[in-house]
């Protein structure tokens, strides 16, 4: 080979050697190790923000006393989901301020007329006020007017709701000033009970990804004055809306949040007042386990005093007649808590 033919040789080789270096480091800096990279900006991924913030948790249920010791019905005959561990500290709260607390388990109308909730309506003149929790069943249209009656005598009603199973049995209802007519479930409701009254309770359960007690489906909820007085951050759980018509209005509200059903995110009524009923779309505040969080014991003893604070009319609702049933209840099936 000649030397002009063997630098000529060498020359390329150095030239293909500088290129596979370059083109090495530069590929080096390419596929190095990845720049740091700031962390994603969505809230869920920022720590601090997952970390869980204690819910308050203190304070009493308690119930006036009075000069007078009053009468209050709680209703386990309609399948009722609610046990009387459930309703503990509302019943001691009662209890302790020398009221009485009955369990009205069912029993036959044989003995009263034969008609359909006549025993019911028989323990109910017995009474000052009635408990109607989360029931599975719907009450006979003889049991809505006896509560009708009973209310209007005086006598205090508290309907507590859940959102409704998938299980429920259906039933017609009609309310007044809100719709002519309507499907809805009675599983987990006392609709066709609330409808009398104006009221109707939701198909879905409310929830807040951004402000809740530790739990999406732990709401806030507040009102002003009445049975909400002093209650600014009660916790409900599994809370679904009620909604009013006729002289039911609302007395608690859980505010920006959504609802499951429609996934729409409003301010939602979640208690309501007419006269002397009273519903709430929420039972999980009456129990032990969340009684006291909050303001929830505010609430459940304002509930309290309002179960004891009517005045009403001995006897009602009207016994039927020829009925062989008393005045004051005593020949319905009812324990005394």
């Known amino acids: 080979m000649r030397a002009r033919e063997l630098t ?25 190790s990845p720049a740091q990279s700031d962390a994603p900006a969505a809230p869920a ?53 020398d009221h009485e607390v009955r369990v009205y388990g069912g029993g036959s109308s044989s003995g009263f007329n034969s008609q359909p909730g006549a025993a019911f309506n028989e323990t109910l003149r017995g009474a000052d006020a009635l408990v109607v929790a ?13 509560v009708e009656a009973f209310a209007d005598a005086g006598g205090r009603v508290l309907l507590a709701a859940e959102p409704p199973t998938t299980t429920s049995t259906t039933s017609t209802v009609s309310i007044p000033g809100l719709t002519s007519s309507g499907s809805v479930s ?19 359960y409310l929830y807040d990804m951004a402000e809740n007690a530790n739990n999406f489906q732990s709401v806030y909820a507040a009102g002003d004055g009445g049975v909400a007085d002093g209650v600014g951050n009660a916790i409900l759980t599994d809370a679904t809306p009620v909604t009013t018509g006729g002289d039911a209005s609302s007395v608690l509200t859980a505010s920006d949040v959504s609802l499951s059903s429609t996934r729409e995110e409003a301010s939602y009524s979640v ?14 505040f009456l129990t032990s386990s969340t009684a006291t969080e909050g303001d929830n014991d505010v609430l459940l003893s304002n509930v309290a005093a309002f179960l004891v604070g009517g ?15 008393g005045q004051n209840g005593t020949g319905s099936p009812v324990v005394t808590a």
Not at 187 to 204: D, E, I, K
Not at 311 to 320: C, I, R, V, W, Y
């Open 186 to 204: 009675a599983a987990g409701q006392p609709a066709n009970l609330a409808a009398a009254f104006g009221v109707s309770f939701g198909n879905g």
């Open 134 to 146: 989360s029931p599975a069943t719907t009450y006979s249209s003889n049991e809505v007017a006896g």
């Open 8 to 32: 000529r040789a060498v020359g390329v080789v150095a030239v293909v050697a500088v290129v596979v270096v370059a083109a090495a480091f530069a590929g080096g800096l390419v596929l190095g």
């Open 45 to 97: 991924y920022d720590t601090n923000e997952l970390v869980a913030e204690p819910v308050e948790d203190g304070g009493s249920v308690t119930a006036p006393a009075g000069d007078e010791s009053k009468t209050i019905v709680v209703d386990v005959s309609h399948g009722n989901d609610v046990s009387e561990d459930a309703l503990q500290p509302l019943v001691d709260a009662l209890v302790a301020a």
């Open 271 to 284: 208690a309501a007042r007419n006269g002397n009923v009273l519903a709430v779309g929420d039972i999980d």
């Open 311 to 325: 005045d009403k009319e001995a006897g009602a609702p009207a016994s039927p007649s020829g009925s062989a049933g």
